[in-house]
């Protein structure tokens, strides 16, 4: 029997004291997240009990301030005169939370209006993890123990150091005393990961009940698992570093997906594969969901259906495309973008930088360039060097934000950041598409092999061809050259910027991103594309010293 991995707080959950939150505080003109506006947010961060930062701004209503809301919050008409609109605010809210779960209390009520105002202002919501402190200290603080549940009625329970009083970063910051209370209550109970947390106020449904058993027979290793129904037609895809544990969660509260809550009753057998790395696992459900196509997965369905901005050849000007090319006859692409709409706006970026303010307009949707000088800039901005374009959206921010037009400086830092993404990804993805081998090692710490050793990961045009662990004592390079042997037949399938691939290649550019990875063997060349070139804070530096120049 093969060694079994042993279980750790990384495989049952984020542990509580690693997880980074953000606790945060809306004050508005209303109640309807359609009508109403924020006034003023109010946030604070925080990992293991202590505070990371903290966030406060208040926010141009762009409506009056009804009088019982001044009243109530002191937040008044003049308050705001000169505040920045929510378009603005929200993408530096967003950047303040970044990857952490949010936290508020009646939660319901702040995310709807973020929701909705990131809607309005068509800003991507990232859909974090959220936390209710009223829905947790309803199971927590009984009601012998406290009259209600009330932010200032828990805040004096528990002792919080801030009273609230209606002020964003006020109540946030009142709402950590109590959200650290309430989690010392539950740790007791069993609730050591922000999953267990998320779900402590929920109950499992009769159906998650009645299927649990199909987790009884998961091993606790690293892979893929996959829920079949009763013809063995795969219904939902996943990975996890351990599937017993991962696949278990299905059948408790934690568990909230319409998705998955939906899918769950036709559900009637759970079968796993054993892969040697979480990097092999997550390969091999990017696969799978290509072939199979389960209902209940909603990504990497069809992975060869991505969209690029080409600059075609010759004369030819920017143009969307579906499928990447070579680029040896002087065209150029980037992406993959997140949309198809994505597009026009890149494309008029790209010709105003280049040609000068008004240029795409004025030339419609003309999918032609006037000279090769021009056409030469934008083949150097997609590829190599962004900082024509990013001078250029520099002076039009700081334009705009002269003049107080702080929407439109927003939408061009959102539009900036579009381009670079793209720029980064395509350089990241032509590279590696070169590559004919690259085998590289990195350490592992892992219970397969006794400790400390070495995982080495090959692959081929930027497709995944083989990965292994390598106890300390063994020779790595002999199990490179095993790997160097194996796998060939990926090279067949390889394709341009690995077009219909491009998810596998970016999992495969993550972990060679590695600070401790190192090349072991190598065909043709390989050098990782350099970041800052297509960073967003090339373009912020820009903006900090760039003034508005002639027709900026």
Not at 88 to 102: R, S, T, Y
Not at 208 to 231: I, N
Request: charged share 25%; net charge neutral; with cysteine.
């Amino acid at each position: 029997m093969s060694a079994r991995r042993q279980l750790s707080f990384d495989d049952l959950g984020t542990p509580l004291v690693e997880a980074t939150l953000v606790v945060v505080d809306l004050e508005t003109t209303g109640t309807d997240p359609t009508g109403d506006a924020i006034t003023e947010i109010g946030a604070v961060k925080i990992r293991g009990g202590e505070v990371l930062g903290e966030f406060r701004t208040f926010v141009d209503p762009e409506r009056p301030i009804p009088a019982y809301i001044a009243s109530l919050t002191g937040i008044t008409d003049a308050t705001v005169a000169g505040a920045p609109p929510v378009a603005a605010v929200l993408g530096m809210f967003l950047d303040f939370v970044g990857d952490a779960a949010l936290v508020a209390h009646n939660a319901r009520f702040d995310i709807s209006f973020l929701r909705a105002q990131a809607a309005r202002c068509e800003i991507g919501w990232p859909s974090p993890q959220v936390l209710d402190t009223l829905a947790l200290a309803r199971t927590v603080f009984r009601r012998d123990e406290v009259r209600d549940h009330k932010l200032s009625t828990l805040a004096a329970h528990v002792g919080a150091s801030v009273a609230p009083d209606h002020r964003a970063l006020s109540d946030a910051r009142a709402t950590v005393d109590v959200l650290h209370t309430i989690i010392e209550r539950l740790g007791p109970r069993g609730a050591a990961t922000l999953e267990d947390l998320s779900s402590a106020h929920r109950r499992a449904t009769p159906v998650q009940l009645r299927k649990k058993h199909l987790a009884e027979t998961v091993p606790s290793v690293p892979g893929v698992y996959r829920f079949l129904d009763a013809q063995e037609q795969v219904l939902y895809v996943g990975t996890s570093r351990n599937l017993r544990s991962r696949v278990r969660t299905y059948f408790t509260a934690a568990e909230t997906r319409r998705k998955v809550l939906d899918m769950l009753p036709r559900a009637e057998s759970v079968r796993v594969i054993e892969c040697s790395t979480p990097t092999e696992a997550a390969v091999r459900e990017l696969r799978i969901i290509a072939a199979e196509k389960p209902p209940a997965n909603r990504h990497g369905l069809t992975p060869q259906k991505a969209w690029w901005l080409r600059l075609g050849s010759g004369t030819e000007g920017l143009r969307a495309a579906r499928l990447a090319r070579e680029e040896a006859d002087g065209s150029a692409q980037i992406g993959p973008l997140a949309s198809r709409h994505d597009v026009e706006p890149l494309r008029g970026l790209l010709t105003d930088a280049v040609l000068g303010r008004g240029a795409s307009f004025e030339r419609g949707t003309a999918r032609t360039l006037p000279g090769g000088g021009h056409r030469d800039r934008i083949r150097r901005a997609m590829l190599a060097d962004p900082r024509e374009v990013l001078d250029h959206v520099a002076a039009r921010m700081r334009a705009h934000t002269a003049a107080g037009r702080y929407e439109d400086a927003e939408t061009l830092r959102r539009l900036a950041r579009s381009f670079l993404d793209a720029a980064r990804r395509a350089a990241r993805l032509r590279a590696i598409a070169a590559v004919p081998l690259l085998v590289a090692a990195r350490p592992s710490t892992d219970a397969v092999i006794g400790g400390r050793g070495w995982e080495l990961l090959a692959v081929r045009h930027g497709r995944f061809a083989g990965t292994a662990l390598v106890p300390a004592r063994a020779d790595p390079l002999a199990v490179a050259r095993s790997l160097a042997a194996t796998g060939t037949g990926e090279a067949e399938l390889a394709a341009p910027m690995c077009q219909g691939y491009h998810q596998e290649a970016e999992i495969l550019l993550t972990w060679l991103d590695s600070d401790d990875m190192r090349t072991v063997l190598l065909e043709g060349e390989w050098s990782q594309p350099a970041r800052a070139r297509f960073d967003l804070e090339n373009l912020a530096e820009r903006f900090a010293r760039t003034s508005p120049g002639p027709g900026a």
